[in-house]
């Protein structure tokens, strides 16, 4: 460890504000797009669903 | 297998979703151990620095983000050009996927450097050399996202991006060699290729870690948002919908 404590880690010496900002920044940004891809995907498979289950009425009717 | 069958195997949007399926947990649970593993490494347990005290364990994601940022736009590049040369529509869907995320890690890599910015060197910004290209390869991704949004007719915009892509290419050593080539703030490289880096291994070996894990969480990304067009533009093909 290279901090004492825990006050001592999340203040990083006067630091903290910067590292913790840049790492959270960092953190948001990344989850946004791992959202944005989830998001999409299941949008455009339940599009699919659809496509797929008008065809099966079409060639039953 | 000769090379061609293999490459052509490869271009099938079918083949891919397949191996893209299979593939992305595997790559999900690595990114999620190694930046786990990293960041709590390189935050608690490498030493301060002795010039930037604990501002510097901002490396641990400026270094590989700035890092993706530019790899992805390579790769970017090379994916248009081989959609233009061989008609590879996968290709395209790859390039095409990869301007969003190499705008986002770019975008990562400025914000964290104008944090680390503010406590080394007293300011946010500096119209520098590296700050500056570094700034025009975001330029350059939202350009060509906007170039592909404003043209209606696929093939055309892909053309479009493809060719703005290769122009931007030029940017790129650039920014690799700005802080050799000019009088600049930034310091220069932490890793060289046949060279030690001038930081103990208690200080680059996190930055190792959370470098391969940016990486992997790209490929996840990238298979993601490249399965994503194909179940856009497949629609309405068979084998995808048996698959559903």
Redesign the interface.
Known sequence: ???SSWTD?VS?????V??W???G??FL??L???WV??R??KK??Q???K??ER?TYASRS | MNFSAYFHRWGSPKYFHTYATRLSPWLAGFSVVLLGVG?IWG??????DYQQ???F??IY??VP?ASLGMSIYVLMAVASVIAWVWKIKLSDMVAQSCA??GA?FT??AL??GA??G??TWGTWWEWDARLTSMLILLFLYLGIIALRSAIEQREVAAKAAGVLALVGLVNLPIIKYSVDWWKTLHQSSTFKLLEKPAMPPEMWLPLLVTMAGFYC?FAW?LL??T??EI??RE??SQW??DR?
């Open positions: 460890m290279a901090f880690f990083m010496g006067g630091h903290g910067y590292v900002s840049a790492y920044v960092t940004l990344l946004a797009c791992v891809g989830q999409r995907a455009l498979i599009r699919i669903k496509i797929a065809k | 960041m935050l608690a347990f490498s030493p301060s005290g604990d501002s364990r901002i994601i400026h983000a969003p995320l986002v975008v990562i914000i964290t944090i680390w503010k406590p969480l990304l993601r948002y399965t994503n179940l856009e629609a309405k995808l919908q559903y």
